[in-house]
T-cell receptor
Framework: GAVVSQHPSWVICKSGTSVKIECRSL??????MFWYRQFPKQSLMLMAT?????????EQGVEKDKFLINHASLTLSTLTVTSAHPEDSSFYIC???????????????FGPGTRLTVT | LAKTTQPISMDSYEGQEVNITCSHN???????ITWYQQFPSQGPRFIIQ???TKVTNEVASLFIPADRKSSTLSLPRVSLSDTAVYYC?????????????FGKGTTLSVSS
């Protein structure tokens, strides 16, 4: 299947600083990428939908000025957590859709995730 | 988007077949059913996707009855390494811009 990578895999930052997480589709082009957040022992929560060349669409309750998303190319989307606070500590996962194979819909592939710890 | 209901947890032993059933009573005509596996601190891994009847790949089978209001993921002869959380999702995956929404998932524990 298609591969989605994320960088970094983990990051520790101080409260008040900003952190950028990169998401890349390695062997396919993704016009749309999705960003999820997962707290311990919980399911994935959709944060935003990132569209190449246009503004991201944020889910209700997600602060767009805090979680800046840039989808500059068909293979790269970035999530910047601005002025991070300890409550932003979480597992951030990006995802992208590949084109449908015959007889099925799009397959959605997920990156390995980025563990953010804010101290 | 259709909501899904799965058992919170299941236990099994190595070598057994495991069937995880998911209810999605409000599934829409264009929705596909997709199952993912997630290990701790990793991103979800695609297992299988289907629209109706039966789909089989090298790791699992997916059974979908005619009314499509439920589906069953079948894992043949599980091993310890199949211990993970399994998510059932429904959504119109022909729409590139529509994200899949995760429910609570089923935690499968496989013992020796």
């Amino acid at each position: 299947g298609a591969v989605v990578s994320q960088h970094p895999s983990w990051v520790i930052c101080k409260s008040g600083t900003s952190v950028k997480i990169e998401c890349r589709s390695l062997d396919f082009q993704a016009t749309t990428m999705f960003w999820y957040r997962q707290f311990p022992k919980q399911s994935l929560m959709l944060m935003a939908t990132s569209n190449e060349g246009s503004k991201a669409t944020y889910e209700q309750g997600v602060e767009k000025d805090k979680f800046l998303i840039n989808h500059a190319s068909l293979t790269l989307s970035t999530l910047t957590v601005t002025s991070a606070h300890p409550e932003d500590s979480s597992f951030y996962i990006c995802s992208a859709r590949d084109f449908p194979t015959s007889g099925s819909g799009y397959e959605q592939y997920f990156g390995p995730g980025t563990r953010l710890t804010v101290t | 988007l259709a909501k899904t209901t799965q058992p919170i947890s299941m236990d099994s032993y190595e070598g057994q077949e495991v069937n995880i059933t998911c209810s999605h009573n409000n599934i829409a005509t264009n929705d596909y059913i997709t199952w993912y596996q997630q290990f701790p601190s990793q991103g979800p891994r695609f297992i299988i996707q289907g629209y109706k009847t039966k789909v089989t790949n090298e790791v699992a089978s997916l059974f979908i009855p005619a009314d499509r209001k439920s589906s069953t993921l079948s894992l043949p002869r599980v091993s310890l390494s199949d211990t993970a959380v399994y998510y059932c999702l429904v959504g119109d995956t022909n729409q590139a811009g529509t994200a899949l929404i995760f429910g609570k998932g089923t935690t499968l524990s496989v013992s020796s």
